[in-house]
Structure formats: structure tokens, C-alpha cells
């Protein structure tokens, strides 16, 4: 089976994504054909769509200009999957905490931009993730902070007892980079049923 995976790409690189999609398609017989999206008309095509990092005042700003973000709304209403990394949690969440953020509100969370530090203060940690049998490489780069969660929300993972994976329906997100590391397992988790894939 092939799968349409979009990745947003407003902003910044998406490659690392593009190959982390690749291999978890692979590791259940499927392939994945990844789209850069960029402008309106993509997501209504794709099976599953990654919300990536960047800078997230420009990527919100950058959705609704080219209409991507009624899309992604639409995406999620229909029940299909979609991972949202570090500044892509920040726009997919219900509150950003900063009103220069245009909020998609497809996560019941709060998230604080930058909380974990500037640049400097990146770092990686070994995270248990509920679905993975072990530990997942987390790479913190000026990372936002989960700071609440609604009632339905699943908190996947923690760090010094701060959420930072959860899942809403159909959508996972994450305060880290799973896409820095050779283990597409996160990917693997937000894409696909019966997740515990190989790196």
C-alpha cells in the first residue's frame, strides 16, 4: 500500500521527517510517498501530515496566508493522523500563550514557547514513551513546555515530571525533535496502529 504523507514546509527543513516517515511506512510493508506542502490543495490528499519545527509566529502566520490552515483543521476532523513537533505543537495547540501565534486548537493543551531554554540549553535525554518498549532519544532544542492538558489527552511521555508527548485523537505531539535520531519510532507511534517498530 502507498501512502500520501505531506509535510508542512513553510519554513525550514523537512528532510529528516521525510526520511523517518519513509521508514516507519517500511517497517509495516508500506511506502510512503512524502509532498511538501506549501501552499493549499496538498493536505486533502494525504493519508497522514507532519507539522514540523521552526519559528512558530511565521509557520501560523504562513498557514493562514496560504490557507493551509483550514486544511489541517479539516485534516484532523476527518480523523486522520497527524504529528506536530516542538514550534508545530505550538501551533497546533489550543493556547500558545502569545497572541502573535494564530492557534490551529487541534491539541487541548497550554504550551509555553521556548520554556526549556534558548539554543544553548539544547539537550538530549532518554525518554520512556508510553507504546515503546524502550527508552526514545529525545532532542530538546529550545523546546516549548506542556504546561496543561485537558481531560481527554494522553500524556505519552515526561520529563522532570513535565508532559512532553501527548496525544489528542488523531493528533501527537511532541516538545521535542524525534526526526535528529536514526529511530523513526515516534513517527512510527503518531502514523501507524501496533507501533513497536525497529529504529
Request: glycine share 6%; charged share 30%.
Amino acid at each position: 500500500m502507498t501512502l500520501e504523507a505531506g509535510v508542512v514546509a513553510v519554513q525550514g527543513d523537512v528532510s529528516e521527517h521525510a526520511d523517518a516517515i519513509r521508514r516507519a511506512a517500511a517497517n509495516h510493508g508500506e511506502e510512503a510517498v512524502v509532498r511538501e506542502v506549501r501552499h493549499s490543495g496538498v493536505v486533502p490528499e494525504c493519508d497522514l501530515l507532519l507539522l514540523p519545527g521552526g519559528e512558530s509566529t511565521a509557520i501560523s502566520r504562513l498557514l493562514e496566508r496560504e490557507g493551509i490552515d483550514e486544511e489541517i483543521v479539516a485534516h484532523v476532523e476527518a480523523d486522520k493522523p497527524v504529528l506536530a513537533t516542538c514550534a508545530g505543537l505550538i501551533v497546533a495547540s489550543r493556547d500558545a500563550r502569545d497572541e502573535r501565534v494564530e492557534t490551529l486548537d487541534l491539541v487541548d493543551a497550554t504550551v509555553d514557547r521556548n520554556a526549556f531554554g534558548r539554543q544553548k540549553d539544547s539537550f538530549e535525554a532518554p525518554l520512556d514513551v508510553e507504546g515503546l518498549a524502550e527508552p526514545f532519544p529525545a532532542v530538546f532544542i529550545r523546546a516549548p513546555l506542556i504546561a496543561a492538558v485537558g481531560d481527554d489527552v494522553d500524556v505519552l511521555a515526561t520529563w522532570e515530571e513535565r508532559p512532553v508527548a501527548i496525544r489528542d485523537g488523531p493528533v501527537v505531539g511532541t516538545s521535542f525533535h524525534p526526526e535528529l535520531t536514526a529511530d523513526a519510532r515516534l513517527h512510527d507511534l503518531a502514523f501507524f496502529e501496533n507501533a513497536e517498530a525497529v529504529l
